[in-house]
C-alpha cells in the first residue's frame, strides 16, 4: 500500500516565510530508519530492565497467565469489562469448534457521580449490572459458579490473577479508599451481598485480553498491541528470562504473559526524538516525566500536538498565519482530539474544503490556502511519526524474543481509524528489521479480537483448566477453582 506524501504541487502557492516554517516542522517530526533502530535497541535493553529484580521504567508485569490458548477451550463464561465511559458484561459460549465462540452483551453507562463517589457505590452498581445481565438472559434458570473474566484496565499489581491491588485512578475515576487496597475483595463483597452464581477467576488487563482472544482465533498471534487513547503491548515470556520472579521456582520453559505498559518507555529522555510541543505536553500533563512514548503516540496527545503547534506559529514566530482571526478556541488545551486530524488527512479535495470547513465549523477560523496546506502537513507529519514509532515497540519485542515471523493482533481508536496508521507503521517494521525489497512483512499488525470481552472469558477458562491440572502459580486461592 503506497504511503501518501503531501500532494503533487500542493506547496506551489505557499509563500516562502511559510514554507520555511514547514521545513523546520519536517525536521522536528521526521523519524529517519536510523533513528527508529537506535530507540529499538534502546527499546529492547528498557523491556529487560523491566524484567530484572531492580525492575526499570517499563513496569513489565507478569499476568499469571500462562500460556496460549489451543482453540479446543469449552464453556460458558461471563467477561466484565470496566471502562471509562460504559461498563460491559458479556456471556462467551465457547463450542466444541476451533477457535468458535458464541457471545451475548450488554452496555451499561458508568455514571459520572460514581466516578468520584464511594467505593461500596461502585462495586454496588456493577454488581446490580450483572445481576440485570443474569436476570434478563437467564431468566428461571438455575446457576451456580459461572466464571467471569473481570477487565480491569487501570493500573494494577498483580501477585496472582484472582487479585489486584490498584496503583492509582486513571480515565477520571477518582473514589477514595480504593488505591493501594485489592479490588477483588470489594467487589466479590457485592457479588455476595445478592447471592450472585458468580466467581471472580481471573482479573485482566485489555491488552492481555487481546493477546489471548487473537491467539485463539489464529495460532500464529504473538502479541497483542493496544494503539488507541493510550499504548500498550502485552507477549509471552520464559519464567526463566523473568529474574524477578526467579524465587518461585518456576520451571524456565513454562510461559507467562507479561503486560509491559511501555508507554513509559524512556521516561528519562535518553532516545525519543522529543520536540518542544512534546517538552510542553509533558510539562502540563497531570504527571510530568511519566509515559514519555504514550505522549508521542497516544490518540489523547496527537490533536493537541498540532494544537500547539498552530498557535506557536500564530504566536511566536515571523510568519503570519490567521491574521485578524479569533483564534480563542484554538488556544484552549486539549480542544482537539485525533479525530480532528483524521478528517484533515482524509479530506480528498485538492482545494482541501473539507479541511476549511472543519477549521471554520470546530474554531471559528477561516483559513486560506496556504493555511490550509500547512494544517494537512502538518497533520501528515505528526499521524506519520506516531505510527512510525509505535512500531518500535513491536521490533523491540521481536529482537528480544528472536521472532523473525507471526501475526501481531492490533486493537484501539488510533489503529483501527486513523488514516495510514497501519501502512506507515509496516514500512516503518520492514526498515527496522531490515526485510528484503519485495517480501511480504513476516510480522504483521492485523486487527485484534475482542479482548476486554472474548480475552478475559477465555483468560478465565484457561485459569480453570491449569488448576485442574494441578498448576497453582500465581493463584492466591485454589480451594475456591475446584468448589
Not at 109 to 126: A, D, V
Not at 232 to 244: D, F, L
Not at 405 to 431: I, M, T, W
Amino acid at each position: 500500500m503506497p504511503i501518501p506524501n503531501a500532494r503533487k504541487g500542493s506547496m506551489a502557492d505557499v509563500p516562502q516565510d511559510l514554507l520555511s516554517e514547514l521545513q523546520e516542522l519536517e525536521r522536528m517530526f521526521t523519524v529517519d530508519g536510523a533513528k527508529l533502530k537506535e530507540i529499538t535497541a534502546h527499546f529492547v535493553k528498557e523491556l529487560e530492565k523491566g524484567l530484572s529484580v531492580e525492575g526499570g521504567s517499563i513496569p513489565m508485569n507478569p499476568t499469571w497467565v500462562m500460556g496460549y490458548p489451543t482453540g479446543f477451550e469449552t464453556g460458558t463464561f461471563l467477561a466484565l469489562d470496566m471502562g471509562g465511559t460504559n461498563l460491559r458484561v458479556c456471556e462467551i459460549v465457547l463450542p466444541e469448534e476451533k477457535g468458535e465462540f458464541d457471545i451475548i452483551q450488554s452496555k451499561y453507562r458508568m455514571p459520572e457521580e460514581l466516578k468520584t463517589g464511594k467505593s461500596e457505590e461502585l462495586w454496588e452498581y456493577i454488581a446490580d449490572c450483572l445481576q440485570q445481565f443474569i436476570e434478563y438472559h437467564h431468566e428461571d434458570e438455575e446457576l451456580s459458579n459461572i466464571p467471569l473474566g473481570f477487565t480491569f484496565s487501570y493500573p494494577a499489581t498483580q501477585d496472582y490473577i484472582d487479585h489486584g491491588v490498584l496503583q492509582r485512578w486513571t480515565k477520571g475515576f477518582d473514589i477514595e479508599g480504593v488505591e493501594g487496597h485489592d479490588v477483588v475483595p470489594m467487589f466479590e463483597a457485592a457479588l455476595a451481598k445478592r447471592g450472585l452464581p458468580i466467581k471472580l477467576t481471573a482479573l485482566i488487563n485489555d491488552t492481555t485480553g487481546t493477546l489471548i482472544a487473537s491467539a485463539y482465533t489464529d495460532n500464529t498471534m504473538r502479541i497483542g498491541c493496544i494503539f488507541g487513547t493510550g499504548c500498550n503491548a502485552a507477549y509471552m515470556e520464559n519464567c526463566g528470562s523473568i529474574p524477578k520472579i526467579a524465587h518461585l521456582k518456576l520451571p524456565d520453559e513454562m510461559p507467562i504473559a507479561i503486560n509491559c505498559e511501555y508507554g513509559a518507555f524512556d521516561n528519562e529522555h535518553v532516545v525519543l526524538p522529543l520536540t518542544p510541543y512534546d517538552h510542553i505536553i509533558d510539562r502540563d500533563s497531570p504527571r510530568p516525566g511519566q509515559q514519555a512514548f504514550e505522549k508521542m503516540i497516544a490518540g489523547l496527545y496527537l490533536g493537541e500536538l498540532f494544537r500547539l503547534a498552530l498557535v506557536d506559529l500564530h504566536e511566536n514566530k515571523p510568519v503570519k498565519i490567521f491574521v485578524g482571526q479569533d483564534i480563542s478556541k484554538l488556544q484552549k488545551p486539549y480542544s482537539l482530539d485525533s479525530s480532528f486530524l483524521s478528517l484533515i488527512e482524509e479530506d480528498p479535495f485538492e482545494n482541501l474544503s473539507e479541511t476549511h470547513d472543519l477549521l471554520q465549523h470546530t474554531l471559528g477560523i477561516v483559513a486560506n490556502k496556504p493555511e490550509l496546506e500547512l494544517c494537512r502537513r502538518l497533520a501528515e507529519l505528526i499521524g506519520t511519526r506516531a505510527a512510525r514509532l509505535s512500531a518500535c515497540g513491536v521490533a523491540a519485542i521481536c529482537t528480544k524474543k528472536n521472532i523473525v515471523s507471526c501475526h501481531v493482533g492490533a486493537d484501539g481508536s488510533v489503529f483501527n481509524k486513523y488514516p495510514h496508521f497501519k501502512a506507515r507503521g509496516a514500512q516503518a517494521l520492514r526498515e527496522i528489521l531490515d526485510w528484503k525489497k519485495g517480501e511480504r512483512d513476516p510480522v504483521d499488525i492485523r486487527p485484534a479480537e475482542d479482548g476486554s470481552g472474548v480475552g478475559a472469558a477465555l483468560i478465565a477458562a484457561l485459569t480453570l483448566k491449569r488448576v485442574r491440572e494441578g498448576n497453582t502459580a500465581g493463584i492466591k486461592d485454589a480451594s475456591r477453582f475446584l468448589a
